[in-house]
């Protein structure tokens, strides 16, 4: 007898697998119309063109999307691989002296290893139970010691000022949400601390190198700069990196990263 939340759990995959494909489509359309605009004739079609997510609930749409997660990560493999990020390799020296760091959306915890491996004390949070299995066990093989929690970093709430800094790399969540997430990024520092970050821009969906396949996943320069602007700014950067980590990242893409004192 087949069991029927197997069946629920596929066609809930397969519904989030062909909206990524039509979105990814679409997007890709309004970024090259973006810098391409159309002829007016071609107007009246490309303005019949509309994909809306509205008929998926905003909470089944997290679900799916955690639920996707939780496979992935749940895969032998680390999908991002065992080394850190690049960003986060090259200015690690910018926390020496801040003891306590905070990982959010730390996924399956390279970063956060190769920081505890440097001697901080790392805490990582992740929405996934399987990435902070993984991390725990990259950590074992390491022998260092991470400290992990789960956490819906749009919903739950964050130690604030209990940390020296906090980093972020890759993590994606809706427009409406990234304000909320990076709001928490800086409140668990306390004043002085550090904070890092390293994300895909909207230009990244010409790459197909990794990341979202929707705009509305994707970081908006125009955003970030709005949000730190009230912080020291010790680095910015809007352009292209080469990002070969794992399977997840395959090459050149578009990031955005900034790293303010608070």
């Not at 491996?117 to 066990?137: N, P």
Request: with cysteine; aromatic share 10%.
């Amino acid at each position: 007898m087949t069991d029927a939340s197997a069946v629920s759990q596929h066609i809930n995959k397969t519904k989030l697998g062909a909206l990524n494909k039509l979105m990814h489509l679409f997007h890709r359309c309004q970024l090259f119309h973006r810098h391409h605009p159309p002829k007016p004739a071609f107007f009246p079609l490309y303005n019949r063109i509309s994909i809306t997510t509205s008929r998926i609930p905003y909470q089944e749409g997290v679900v799916l999307l955690a639920n996707l997660w939780e496979e992935k990560f749940s895969a032998e493999g680390y999908l991002y691989g065992e080394e850190p990020n690049e960003f986060i390799r090259e200015h690690a020296w910018r926390l020496e002296g801040h003891k306590r760091v905070a990982a959010l959306a730390e996924g399956e915890g390279r970063n956060a290893v190769f920081l505890a491996r440097k001697g901080h004390e790392v805490t990582a949070w992740d929405y996934t139970q399987s990435g902070l299995i993984k991390t725990q066990q990259l950590a074992e093989r390491h022998h260092v010691r991470v400290e992990t929690g789960q956490k819906d970093l749009i919903h739950d709430s964050v130690p604030s000022g209990e940390y020296d800094a906090s980093i972020m790399v890759f993590g994606h969540f809706l427009k409406k949400d990234q304000k909320t997430v990076f709001d928490k990024l800086v409140s668990v520092v306390k004043p002085g601390g550090i904070v890092m970050l390293e994300v895909y821009s909207e230009d990244q969906l010409l790459y197909g190198t990794g990341g979202p396949k929707s705009v509305d996943m994707v970081y908006d320069p125009a955003d970030l700069l709005q949000w730190i602007k009230s912080y020291k700014v010790l680095h910015f950067f809007y352009g292209e990196q080469e990002r070969v980590e794992g399977k997840g990242h395959t090459g050149t893409g578009h990031v955005i990263q900034a790293i303010l004192q608070k």
